[in-house]
């Protein structure tokens, strides 16, 4: 007698929990599209690069060349690159995030080559610096992902004091994250150029922030 009704009872509670399991579903998804709408495309800093560098001198040269993109000076990173060019063997010049930061505000660097066939070369890399701003308004973010009230304001004196600091992002939002600008970030945004930055995370998520001449 009591058969049917236990069967019945845990049809019920399965297909009560089904339901409960789509409309969590349901609910994530939703949740999920509202997130990726609100994300902004990332900064393509490469496309803001205000310098070009001049064909680097290399001393005794036979054959050896070089070239560095405005797009590597944008990225700041360290870099070795073959300067073997025409020559029948290589060397290797390695540019550091510090040397590029030098080549951004419009400084020439000098570099020593790895050794082969017995020598090596010094290699000066200057780049020409276009349209020359100092932030003289100081910069602010000009987008931060999936912002929900997020702010960011970096005074011209910091701007114009180069040292690396931490700011706090947390503007009309209820809770706050923190972003530092290292002293090369800051030399791009003297030199005219956007600088993104990831933010510290707070209740399970971060942001992207981009930060530009005000």
């Known amino acids: 007698m009591n058969r049917p009704m236990n069967s019945s009872r845990r049809e019920l509670l399965r297909s009560t929990a089904l339901l409960g399991g789509a409309l969590l579903f349901s609910h ?10 609100a994300e902004e495309e990332p900064v393509d800093e490469a496309s803001d690069a205000l310098v070009t560098c001049n064909p680097p001198v290399i001393s005794a ?11 590597d000076v944008a990225a700041a990173s360290a870099k070795t690159y073959s300067i073997q060019g025409a020559a029948g063997h290589a060397h290797s010049i390695t540019i550091s995030s510090a040397q590029f930061s030098q080549l951004a ?16 070369h010094s290699v000066t890399v200057t780049c ?24 960011l304001v970096v005074s011209k004196a910091d701007v114009a004091a180069a040292t690396p600091k931490t700011y706090s992002i947390q503007g009309s939002a209820s809770h706050a994250h923190q972003v530092s600008i290292s002293a090369a970030q800051f030399a791009s945004l003297k030199s005219g150029r956007k600088i993104s930055v990831t933010s510290s995370a707070a209740l399970a998520h971060s942001h992207t922030v981009t930060v530009a001449c005000a």
């Open 28 to 37: 994530v998804l939703a949740a999920c599209a509202v997130e990726s709408n």
């Open 61 to 71: 040269n036979h054959g050896h060349s070089l070239v560095v993109s405005p797009a």
């Open 105 to 120: 505000a419009g400084h020439a660097i000098v570099i020593s080559s790895t050794v082969g066939a017995g020598h090596a």
């Open 128 to 151: 020409a610096v276009s349209a020359p701003t100092t932030c003289g308004n100081g910069a602010s973010a000009s987008a931060i992902t999936a912002n929900h009230g997020h702010s």
